[in-house]
């Protein structure tokens, strides 16, 4: 089995390589159109009143959500009675290994473990 060099594998496969390069004149012809178009474009850049417009929206929606989390109500703690049956807390591992958490509400510890 022979190793090849890839980059000598694609220089003498590359069909490019022996195609003959543009003329002078077309290369220079390709410049004139290319410059012209590029002065004859009109700028591309954001108008200075696109730029306010913008800057004065993003910092409406800023004020607007900062105003909305000073003022906001506090949370209010449930009302709803409490569960007697057990909760279950499953999650699984990115091995594949599966964890299944019980939690009970009715649960007390023994005197002796209590702090």
């Known amino acids: 089995m022979r190793i090849e060099n890839i980059s000598e594998r694609l220089r003498t496969t590359d ?16 410049r004139r159109m290319i410059v012209a ?3 004859d474009a009109r ?28 003022f906001a109500p506090g ?3 449930s009302t709803q009675p409490q569960a007697t049956e ?7 591992t990115l091995g594949g290994t599966r964890v299944v958490w019980v939690l009970n509400s009715q649960f007390a510890l023994p005197k002796d473990r209590q702090p």
């Open 86 to 92: 057990p909760r279950q807390l499953q999650f699984e």
């Open 43 to 70: 700028h591309a850049g954001w108008s200075p009143w696109r730029l306010a417009l913008a800057g004065t929206l993003a910092f409406t929606v800023v004020l607007a959500v900062f105003i909305g989390t000073v």
């Open 37 to 39: 178009a590029a002065t």
């Open 75 to 77: 949370r209010q703690e």
């Open 15 to 30: 069909p490019v390589a022996r195609e003959p390069g543009l003329s002078v004149t077309d290369v220079q012809v390709m």
